[in-house]
């Protein structure tokens, strides 16, 4: 049997992080940044370095995707995950995360990468090309934005 060594990794990744962002000063000082990063600044929150701090751990996260990326494809190549970044917005977006900052979860975020898994997997079974899955995937894009725009009009 072989052992889901990704997906593991994953999902500890997962805990860890729905862990920090529900239970620390940190993740509630992000959430308020992204929410309203002048209201933060006046609470006195050091936004310059929580940013910082963001962007290192996103690259770092980027650096273990890559690492399992290229154990799974074999191969180191420069071009392996172009356009990622569409699916990952379309993914969290789907899940409830607000472009405009400040609302949205990581459980939430993390269903959405599920479900935009189980579509994408699903179009691969039916053999729809590429470009049609992106299609798709913008189309997803698009409605969840749509929602987005009318929940954040009807508060």
């Given at each position: ?94 899940g409830g995360v ?16 599920m479900i935009l ?39």
């Open positions: 049997m072989k052992f889901p060594l990704k997906e593991i990794i994953a999902f500890l990744i997962l805990a860890v992080f729905l862990f920090v962002m529900r239970n620390t000063s940190y993740g509630r000082k992000l959430y308020a940044i992204g929410g309203n990063a002048e209201v933060a600044r006046l609470a006195g929150y050091n936004i310059k370095l929580i940013k910082l701090s963001a962007f290192v751990i996103c690259s770092v996260l980027s650096s273990i995707s890559a690492i399992l990326l290229a154990s799974r494809i074999g191969s180191a190549n420069h071009i392996a995950g172009d356009l990622f970044e569409f699916q990952v917005v379309a993914a969290v977006v789907l607000s472009l405009a900052g400040g609302i949205g979860t990581l459980a939430g975020a993390a269903l959405g990468v898994a189980i579509v994408s997997n699903g179009l691969g079974m039916l053999n729809v090309e590429s470009q049609w899955q992106m299609v798709v995937n913008g189309i997803i894009i698009i409605i969840a934005v749509g929602f987005d725009e009318l929940k954040r009009k009807k508060s």
